[in-house]
């Protein structure tokens, strides 16, 4: 491929990557997570406050690049916030995923780049993450970046190389402390690359020399201060990023210390890991077959597991003093020791797979380079590109706009059900015949782990108070609107719910909630919005 052919190809790519992440972005109801790190930005934006919490929420670069999405969009509180404000911002950076590849220059061909891209940009996991306001798709594009500018560093270490070493690094800490699997990872596979081609050919050009002069020792501290004072620069670069990110800009310098005490808490985490405990097999079987109930269709990334194999074993296979395939295998090991690392970690979540399927993308990309030059017939690339395409599309769909919320969905994950939109449009019916508008008094009685994403969608209710057991409240009054877990709902006596018409909604699988309403402001609501007298509970 050449490279203007490649030019336009990709900006056509960057376009169908954008219209796939943007088109009808409000479609998924906001996931607990996500209203979770809505609310801790919309205090950033409205008190310019941010304290770094190491007990959870991880780093604070997608708050803070949240910033200009908002003040973009004309928002500058909580309540004004979008789901499409939000989200925008990490479409932003998946798009910056396909970008990074950009990066990988001369190490991989033009051909190899654009295939990549177009699993980037078409995969259906990382299209549903980009589409989703967690740190996930930040760390993912920062953590690419490290991996090949750590490559760049290690051929050419230089103060240019150096530089933006040091910022990814300092971007990759600062959205995850977590990092540090892949800062590892990515290091001990150039490590090993290292080993496994220039030390063999080094070792053989010393024992070939042993006649001639080892050169003076100025000749060799010159060489150690080539290296060290660029890679100096990287490490300051790293640190005073993460500072500058963990210190809120200076305002709370213990922040920064805190990042490094979180490992503990996030090392207990991971290994004691409750309803988040899955097998080691967990993330392949996501991506390798997945089947719903009834007449659920197929979800599998089958083709590219197959590709990205092809890839890893090229990779391997071609290994040399050539920069570009080895730079293929090192993409290779660091894709399975992170890979490796994150299957034999007990606590799993869909998300935290990207990063490494991310790297086996790339090297699928590659992959399918090597089919298509071993097929001689055109047609048949044609054919086979157009397949592989479409399934991805496919899938791609089926994931992200079909059955976005639908429990058989592999990366669908605790996710917040539609009909819980039920309850939050029937709120907002009765608002507007309630007497106090939106400052109606609505008590929310129910554990942390049933209230989200409530804060969310009532952030535009001023009057809402939050409580996590009944034992709190000793009556339902003066609230004329209760939202309430189906098991503080039981204990309450039948005599104070009688004052309340009551409705079950779905919050999340196997999860209800249920909505009290007091009976005066129903039978305002069924005479001024539904036109009849009073009804029966459960309308």
């Not at 990110?245 to 005490?261: A, C, I, K, N």
Request: aromatic residues 18%; hydrophobic residues 50%.
């Amino acid at each position: 491929m050449k490279k203007k052919s490649f030019a336009y190809l990709f900006v056509l790519l960057l376009g169908v990557a954008l219209f796939v992440r943007l088109y009808r972005l409000d479609l998924r109801p906001m996931h607990h997570d996500e209203a979770n790190q809505a609310y801790k930005f919309g205090q950033l934006l409205e008190k310019g406050q941010y304290r770094y919490d190491p007990a959870d929420h991880h780093g604070p670069t997608l708050y803070y690049f949240s910033l200009p999405f908002a003040w973009l969009s004309g928002q500058k509180t909580y309540a004004e916030l979008t789901e499409g404000t939000l989200r925008g911002v990490t479409v932003f950076f998946g798009l910056l995923i396909l970008l990074v590849i950009l990066a990988a220059g001369r190490y991989l061909t033009f051909s190899e780049k654009f295939w990549a891209a177009v699993f980037l940009a078409l995969s259906p996991p990382l299209v549903y993450f980009n589409r989703f306001y967690i740190q996930e798709t930040l760390f993912v594009a920062f953590g690419l970046a490290f991996v090949i500018f750590l490559w760049r560093f290690f051929q050419k270490p230089d103060y240019k190389e150096a530089t933006w070493l040091g910022i990814s690094a300092g971007l990759l800490y600062a959205t995850k402390e977590t990092s540090l699997i892949v800062l590892a990872t990515s290091i001990l596979a150039l490590v090993v690359v290292w080993f496994l081609s220039w030390g063999r050919s080094n070792s053989r050009k010393r024992s070939s020399h042993k006649s001639e002069s080892k050169g003076s020792r100025k000749e060799v501290l010159a060489e150690i201060k080539k290296v060290a004072l660029p890679l100096a620069l990287a490490i300051f670069l790293f640190l005073a990023i993460s500072f500058v990110f963990y210190s809120s800009f200076f305002q709370h310098p213990q922040g920064f210390l805190d990042s490094f005490r979180a490992f503990s808490g996030y090392g207990q985490k991971a290994f004691d890991p409750g309803w988040h405990r899955h097998g080691f097999w967990y993330y392949f079987s996501l991506l390798f077959y997945h089947k719903g109930r009834g007449h659920s269709p197929v979800f599998s990334e089958i083709p590219f597991l197959l590709l990205a194999l092809v890839g890893v074993v090229l990779s391997f296979a071609r290994m040399s003093r050539k920069s570009a395939e080895n730079f293929k295998g090192y993409l290779a090991l660091f894709s399975l020791f992170t890979a490796l690392v994150y299957s034999a970690i007990p606590y799993k979540t869909p998300w935290n797979m990207l990063i490494f399927w991310a790297g086996f993308l790339i090297l699928a990309g590659a992959g399918f380079v090597y089919v298509l030059e071993l097929i001689k017939i055109r047609q048949a690339k044609i054919i086979l590109a157009g397949a592989l395409i479409f399934w991805a599309g496919w899938q791609a769909y089926l994931v992200n706009f079909y059955f976005h919320a639908y429990p058989g969905n592999p990366y669908v994950y605790a996710q917040t059900s539609p009909d819980f939109l039920r309850l939050v449009a029937r709120v907002d019916e009765l608002s507007q015949v309630a007497e106090e508008g939106k400052n109606m008094f609505i008590r929310v009685i129910a554990p942390p782990e049933e209230t989200w994403p409530l804060p969310w969608y009532l952030r535009k209710y001023p009057q809402v108070g939050y409580w996590t057991s009944s034992e709190q409240v000793e009556s339902l009054e003066p609230a004329v609107v209760v939202i309430i877990s189906a098991a503080e709902a039981a204990r309450r006596s039948e005599k104070e719910l009688e004052s309340y018409i009551t409705h079950y909604y779905s919050l999340r699988p196997d999860v209800l909630m249920v909505l009290l309403i007091r009976q005066d402001l129903w039978e305002n609501y069924r005479l001024k919005r539904i036109g009849g007298p009073s009804g029966t509970n459960g309308l």
